[in-house]
């Protein structure tokens, strides 16, 4: 099973958000990391769900899959950064996510969209 694979059968079951359902993996050792989004609203009809993505973000309380992730490898004491993160569900990894992997020592992110 590849780390897309695996991201995607993960995801639904993970993720509380109603928009968009995103994971993002990694690497630590042998071990796949994995994190999906996190909406705050669940039980609540998404004020989003018409609105295209990226719009009207005000809206959301949610955490990114990315940094949901990136959350975790810092609570962990890490022999060596992981050099790739995988990230399934969108098209794009927002400049705030994808500057916060960066900024943590991450070198590529790979996406594949639903």
Request: proline fraction near 2%.
């Amino acid at each position: 099973m590849t780390e897309f694979e695996y991201l995607k059968v993960m995801v639904q079951p993970k993720s509380t958000c109603q928009k968009k359902a995103v994971a993002a993996g990694c690497y630590v050792g042998e071990q796949f990391l994995t994190a999906a989004n996190y909406c705050e609203n669940t039980g609540q009809v998404c004020e989003r769900l018409d609105k295209r993505t990226g719009a009207s973000t005000e809206l959301c309380n949610s955490t990114h899959a990315e940094i949901i992730l990136l959350d975790k490898l810092k609570e962990m004491d890490l022999c060596m950064i992981p050099s790739i993160v995988w990230v399934y569900g969108h098209r794009y990894v927002c400049s705030e996510c994808a500057d916060d992997l960066y900024q943590f020592g991450i070198r590529e992110i790979r996406i594949r969209e639903h």
